[in-house]
Nanobody, 114 residues
Framework: VQLQASGGGLVQPGGSLRLSCAAS????????WDWYRQAPGKQRELVAH???????NYADSVKGRFAISRDNAKNTVYLQMNSLKPEDTAVYYC?????????WGQGTQVTVSS
């Protein structure tokens, strides 16, 4: 499984971005999809999670602002990020999980600054 994350960039506080994670290869049996982020000097943290049946969970810090979704026809997972704050600045990574194996994308930088 190969994951290609894209959509990051520089945005002003209060702005929006949509990240995409396109999957290729053998994605049969992928159970869950996640977005993580890692800010400088901090540990990687889970931001959003979606299951094969569409159940979602979010970190408290992004609830009500971020939304994770899937397009099965395009094998793509999205992270819509609204009302962005400077503390959302980080490298964002997508992850797919199948049984006990995880697959990671390469990361996309999101910078929230005026």
């Amino acid at each position: 499984v190969q994951l290609q994350a894209s959509g990051g960039g520089l945005v002003q506080p209060g702005g929006s971005l949509r990240l995409s994670c396109a999957a290729s290869g053998n994605i049969f049996g992928i159970d869950t999809w996640d977005w993580y982020r890692q800010a400088p000097g901090k540990q990687r943290e889970l931001v959003a999670h979606i299951t094969i049946v569409g159940s979602t969970n979010y970190a408290d810090s992004v609830k009500g602002r971020f939304a994770i979704s899937r397009d099965n026809a395009k094998n793509t997972v999205y992270l819509q990020m609204n009302s962005l704050k400077p503390e959302d600045t980080a490298v964002y990574y997508c992850k797919a999980a199948r049984s006990l194996r995880n697959y990671w994308g390469q990361g996309t930088q999101v910078t929230v600054s005026s």
